[in-house]
C-alpha cells in the first residue's frame, strides 16, 4: 500500500490531527495541522503532499529495523 500521508520528519505513519478552534477555522483560516507521535514534529497538508510516496509496508518495517535513529 502506497501513501505519502506520513511525517515529513521521521517519515512515522502515526500523527494525530490538532484541532483547531472555531475561531482559527473560520476567521484565521489556519489550515488543519498534524502532530506526529513519533518526533512531536508538527506538519500540514503542505507538508504532506510534498512527500514521495512509500510503500506503507516498508515504512512500517525500516523504523523496527533503524529505532534508535534521531
Ligand atoms: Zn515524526
Known amino acids: 500500500m502506497k501513501s505519502n500521508y ?16 472555531i475561531f482559527q477555522k473560520y476567521i484565521l483560516g489556519v489550515q488543519q495541522r498534524y502532530e ?7 506538519f500540514t497538508n503542505k507538508d504532506i503532499a ?16 533503524s ?3 534521531g
Request: proline content about 2%; some cysteine.
Open 50 to 65: 510534498k512527500n514521495t510516496s512509500l510503500d506503507f509496508d516498508d515504512v512500517e518495517n525500516s523504523m523496527l529495523n
Open 6 to 21: 506520513y511525517c515529513p520528519k521521521c517519515k512515522s505513519f502515526s500523527y494525530d490531527r490538532i484541532h483547531r478552534g
Open 36 to 42: 506526529c507521535r513519533g518526533c512531536s514534529a508538527v
Open 67 to 69: 529505532n534508535q535513529q
